[in-house]
T-cell receptor, first 110, second 118 residues
């Protein structure tokens, strides 16, 4: 079983739609959670950290369910510029490295 | 703040030659840097963790004699792909931890190096 699993997509949605991504992680010692965004042929960039209480940044909302070891990302009122690959990323307590999911590819259509 | 500079951004080399990729933290000190490889439409795979002043820690399956890592200062780590072959063609990305509070800053990535071995 992969340490971090995501639905690879691709997701094709119309502009203005709401889209949700899910991610599960297998290591219960995971302590930090992130969503990164990666554009084609570019490096990943931090979109937002994910907290147990849930957090929101503009049109983006992230949720963490530690009991189910599940992370989600919700994008509201999607824009063309949201087209990218979204990476679910986890850091395990006591380890320095990040573990990446395979990414979910999103295309917003006009 | 928290900028990581990676050079070169793109390199084409002949099979059998070696290529050096540099990763610099511009406005912070990084005792630890990470090197990843990414194949097309795949996720990032950690190759090794680079520790300043000590040997790198390689992930399982990564040949340490082929991918030489040197982290001689708190702001510079280098990855040298030795005797490159076409199957080494990939996107190589470095990252550094900019802040001890991971929940706040996460990790910062270099812009990546696209290596093509012909």
């Amino acid at each position: 079983r992969k340490e971090v699993e995501q639905d690879p997509g691709p997701f094709n949605v119309p502009e203005g739609a709401t889209v949700a991504f899910n991610c599960t992680y297998s290591n219960s010692a995971s302590q930090s959670f992130f969503w990164y965004r990666q554009d084609c042929r570019k490096e990943p960039k931090l979109l937002m950290s994910v907290y147990s209480s849930g957090n929101e940044d503009g049109r983006f909302t992230a949720q963490l369910n530690r009991a189910s070891q599940y992370i989600s990302l919700l994008i509201r009122d999607s824009k063309l510029s949201d087209s990218a690959t979204y990476l679910c990323v986890v850091n395990v307590r006591g380890a320095q490295k990040l573990v990446f999911g395979q990414g979910t590819r999103l295309t917003i259509n006009p | 703040g928290a900028v990581v500079s990676q050079h070169p951004s793109r390199v084409i080399c002949k099979s059998g030659t070696s290529v050096k990729i540099e990763c610099r933290s511009l406005d912070f000190q990084a005792t630890t840097m990470f090197w990843y490889r990414q194949f097309p439409k795949k996720s990032l795979m950690l190759m090794a963790t680079s520790n300043e002043g000590s040997k790198a820690t390689y992930e399982q399956g990564v040949e340490k004699d082929k991918f030489l890592i040197n982290h001689a200062s708190l702001t510079l780590s280098t990855l040298t792909v030795t005797s490159a072959h076409p199957e080494d063609s990939s996107f190589y990305i470095c990252s550094a931890r900019a802040d001890e509070d991971l929940s706040r800053r996460g990790y910062t990535f270099g812009s990546g190096t696209r290596l093509t071995v012909v």
